[in-house]
């Protein structure tokens, strides 16, 4: 009965919002979805050649490649790699985007976690990556966690864990240390503001993890949250992130 009452309750709610359109969060026409059909056309088709490595905008004539790997990287991280193998990443963190990461990381609009996933997903599709073992989102602090309510890398990295049909793990990786917010910080101050800061409870030995976040900006949490993986004995670490910030 419980199980029939929760089918119910679903096809109820589709029927609503197929009767009841809602706003495009991003231009305000009437949407049956998060986005209107011409929004999710337009901004998730941003022709960038990024770097195979950390996903930041390359243009064409800086473009470095290592003899094996046909992949673009940047110079950055041929001559430093960071701990973490590949990132994939929809779009820059620009208007009109951002929009969709603010309402997620500060106004619980879980909505867009599951918007991100899903082409997050369609990214995964057309590109080289190997497959994860399991999905893990950037942890956030207790004291973090407690103040907002929610963690809004779990709700992009839980609906793409099941559009890959792979694990996913919001206790595998936490956060031991808490740490100021990276957006007030310079390059150098983020790298030693997140070093040991995260450590690894489950066990990763020879497995590819998938870390999900929602902006990766200088990339030194996602550095740290790998370097901790690898440490404890992951094979592969990759990166999926909603939005890229174009520079530092």
């Given at each position: 009965m419980a199980a029939r009452a929760r089918r119910f309750a679903a096809a109820a709610k589709r029927l609503a919002c197929a009767a009841l359109p809602g706003q495009c969060a991003l231009c305000g026409n009437l949407s049956?979805?998060?986005?209107?059909?011409?929004?999710?056309?337009?901004?998730?088709?941003?022709?960038?050649?990024?770097?195979?490595?950390?996903?930041?905008?390359?243009?064409?004539?800086?473009?470095?490649?290592?003899?094996?790997?046909?992949?673009?990287?940047?110079?950055?991280?041929?001559?430093?790699?960071?701990?973490?193998?590949?990132?994939?990443?929809?779009?820059?963190?620009?208007?009109?985007?951002?929009?969709?990461?603010?309402?997620?990381k500060f106004r619980a609009r879980l909505a867009a976690g599951a918007e991100f996933a899903r082409h997050l997903h369609a990214a995964?599709?057309?590109?080289?990556?190997?497959?994860?073992?399991?999905?893990?989102?950037?942890?956030?602090?207790?004291?973090?966690?407690?103040?907002?309510?929610?963690n809004q890398a779990w709700a992009i990295a839980r609906p793409l864990a099941r559009r890959l049909g792979v694990r996913s793990d919001a206790s595998l990786v936490a956060r031991v240390r808490h740490t100021s917010a990276q957006s007030r910080l310079d390059l150098d101050t983020r790298r030693r503001n997140v070093a040991s800061a995260f450590s690894i409870s489950g066990d990763v030995r020879g497995k590819h993890v998938g870390v999900v976040d929602d902006v990766m900006t200088s990339g030194a949490t996602l550095d740290a949250v790998a370097r901790a993986l690898k440490l404890s004995g992951a094979r592969r670490v990759t990166n999926f992130v909603a939005l890229r910030t174009p520079q530092d």
């Open positions: 049956q979805g998060l986005l209107c059909d011409g929004c999710d056309a337009q901004y998730w088709n941003e022709p960038r050649l990024r770097c195979a490595t950390c996903a930041l905008p390359l243009a064409s004539s800086y473009v470095r490649r290592e003899r094996d790997d046909a992949r673009p990287h940047c110079a950055a991280c041929l001559e430093s790699p960071p701990a973490f193998n590949d990132t994939l990443a929809l779009a820059d963190y620009r208007a009109p985007l951002d929009t969709l990461a603010v309402e997620l995964f599709e057309d590109s080289d990556v190997p497959l994860p073992d399991v999905i893990v989102p950037v942890p956030l602090s207790g004291k973090r966690l407690v103040a907002r309510g929610y």
